[in-house]
């Protein structure tokens, strides 16, 4: 970066990271969003706060530029469309979920996924009594 001076912080990640980042949207289940930050950790908190704090207007903000009637109902109707957009993206993912486990069988739901774990650790615990057991005969077998 020749000619140019660093950036005291760089945010970057996927557009869920970030919405979730400024508390605009949070993921119902699953991996929690990427978000990358570098650079001035205090700088990056303090930017979060503030993120956090605010609550802009659409409203208003709407009404200025389109005026008092038109700004209202834009406002309502990005605000109902974003909470449709929410409801359905969410139903979209448990349909997904559902049809990978139920119908496709290509991921293990969490019934089945409990039962493999209670499995291998029963079978854990069989083995370690086992060792125990030949390492008992194995003292009584040299004394």
């Known amino acids: 970066r020749r000619g140019r001076e660093q950036s005291d912080l760089g945010i970057s990640g996927s557009l869920a990271g970030l919405l979730s980042l400024a508390g605009i949207a949070r993921p119902a289940s699953g991996p929690a969003p990427r978000v990358d930050v570098t650079g001035d950790a205090q700088l990056a908190r303090e930017l979060e706060a503030l993120v956090r704090g605010a609550s802009p207007d659409l409203e208003a903000a709407l009404a200025a530029q389109f005026g008092n009637t038109a700004g209202p109902l834009i406002a309502r109707s990005v605000l109902g469309a974003w909470h449709w957009m929410r409801a359905s993206v969410s139903s979209f993912q448990e349909d997904v979920a559902e049809y990978l486990v139920e119908e496709t069988g290509d991921v293990v739901g ?28 194995k003292r009584v077998g040299t004394s």
Request: charge should be negative.
């Open 110 to 137: 969490e019934v089945e996924l409990d039962a493999f774990n209670r499995d291998v650790d029963a079978l854990r615990d069989r083995v370690e009594r086992l060792e125990q057991r030949v390492a008992r005969v």
